[in-house]
């Protein structure tokens, strides 16, 4: 069991509960953390929490932050406890980390890379994503259904969130 076994994440859906990625508390304030992906197109986003907490937001408590890949939705009552975020400026090549995808995942990170990220309604060029070895199991799970999207991921030796999927 690592230190990604502890965090409690949230699911992004969509007003009729189907999943569309995941995400997690950065704050004691409710803001939940996830990728563009996991809220792009939608006018609301219902968040789903363990022991049957659920919110829904609605279009003005989504921020949409396409350009860095993110998204940022304010929350009440989730009960969930927010994750540490890291400071530093930089993530070391050989970093071992953990990811929620279909179950936690250990990967290492192979460094940074220039990537383009399709939204809805247009490309969005990230300057920095993070390049990760991962093996064949975790790379399908990553595909599998989209449900990944918005992972946190976690420093395995602090447990810190480094980036998000």
Do not use: K, N, Q
Request: aromatic share 4%.
């Amino acid at each position: 069991m690592g230190r990604g076994d502890l965090a409690t994440l949230v699911r992004i859906c969509d007003p009729a509960g189907r999943t569309r990625g995941t995400g997690f508390l950065a704050d004691h304030h409710g803001t939940v953390v996830t990728s563009h992906e996991a809220v792009d197109g939608l006018s609301r986003v219902l968040l789903r929490a363990p022991g049957d907490r659920s919110w829904l937001a609605e279009a003005g408590a989504v921020t949409p932050l396409p350009e860095s890949g993110l998204a940022l939705v304010r929350s009440e009552g989730l009960g969930v406890r927010p994750l540490p975020l890291a400071t530093r400026p930089e993530i070391e090549p050989g970093t071992y980390v953990r990811i929620e995808a279909h179950g936690w995942r250990e990967a290492r990170v192979l460094g940074s890379v220039a990537v383009t990220y399709t939204a809805a309604d247009r490309f969005h060029d990230l300057d920095e994503a993070l390049a990760l070895a991962i093996g064949t199991e975790g790379a399908e799970a990553l595909r599998r259904d989209g449900r990944a999207a918005g992972s946190p991921v976690l420093d395995t030796a602090t447990g810190t969130v480094l980036a998000v999927l």
